[in-house]
């Protein structure tokens, strides 16, 4: 399983970007990157996954290099509903169970 | 929206009772997996099934717990007998197996409390 490293915890102001880098050096050849965000006293939801460059939706971008061993996920303009914990998963099948959740990023938007 | 429903929200029992958790996965969902999370531990992956067949339980310790799949609409984790340690809450998921670009979508949880 390939491992994950994020910053524990991370501050911003309303309105502004918020980019979170999740490091996995031995990630494979097949693993694909998904991101997931907990609110207190709720299961994780699903953000957003990609394998390679950039993926959007409608919450996020996904940004991930050509050696793929770091992926950034970027919020536009957060607000303090966007408080909350963010994990970032990587995995052979990610869809399959062989991800393992990391101790998360725990993002703390201010007014 | 469609929900992953999880049964019971919240479940206080004495140490040594049977504790029987239920999830109702998202229909159409082929996998289905059983979290659990505390402090100190984090989301710790207990099992999972795809196509109601389970693949892997090594996250699960055998002696006390059990997760099944009666039917494709149900899955069940039970404890017997609970001890204190086991007091956490307990997380439900289903989706699509393979890498499908959804992700996978988790219950509210059952908050177990032994004492």
């Known amino acids: 399983l390939a491992k994950t490293t994020q910053p524990i915890s991370m501050d911003s102001y309303e309105g502004q970007e918020v980019n979170i880098t999740c490091s996995h050096n031995?990630?494979?050849?097949?693993?694909?990157i998904t991101w997931y965000q907990q609110f207190p006293s709720q299961g994780p939801r699903f953000i957003i996954q990609?394998?390679?460059t950039k993926v959007t939706n409608e919450v996020a971008s996904l940004f991930i290099p050509a050696d793929r061993k770091s992926s950034t996920l970027s919020l536009p303009r957060v607000s303090l509903s966007d408080t909350a914990v963010y994990y970032c998963?990587?995995?052979?099948?990610?869809?399959?169970?062989?991800?393992?959740f990391g101790d998360g990023t725990t993002l703390t938007v201010k007014p | 929206d469609a929900r992953v429903t999880q049964t019971p929200r919240h479940k206080v029992t004495e140490m040594g009772q049977e504790v029987t958790m239920r999830c109702q996965p998202i229909?159409?969902?082929?996998?289905v997996f059983w979290y659990r999370q505390t402090m100190m531990q984090g989301l710790e992956l207990l099992a999972y099934?795809?196509?109601?067949?389970?693949?892997?339980d090594s996250g699960m310790p055998k002696d006390r717990f059990s997760a099944e799949m009666p039917d494709a609409t149900l899955a069940t984790l039970k404890i017997q007998p609970s001890e204190p340690r086991d007091s956490a809450v307990y997380f439900c998921?289903?989706?699509?197996?393979?890498?499908?670009?959804?992700?996978?979508?988790f219950g509210s949880g059952t908050r177990l409390t032994v004492v």
């Open positions: 990609g394998y390679k």
């Open positions: 031995n990630i494979a050849t097949n693993d694909y």
């Open positions: 099934f795809r196509n109601r067949a389970p693949l892997d």
């Open positions: 229909l159409g969902h082929n996998t």
């Open positions: 998921a289903s989706g699509l197996g393979g890498d499908n670009p959804y992700g996978y979508t």
């Open positions: 998963l990587v995995g052979l099948d990610t869809n399959a169970g062989k991800s393992t």
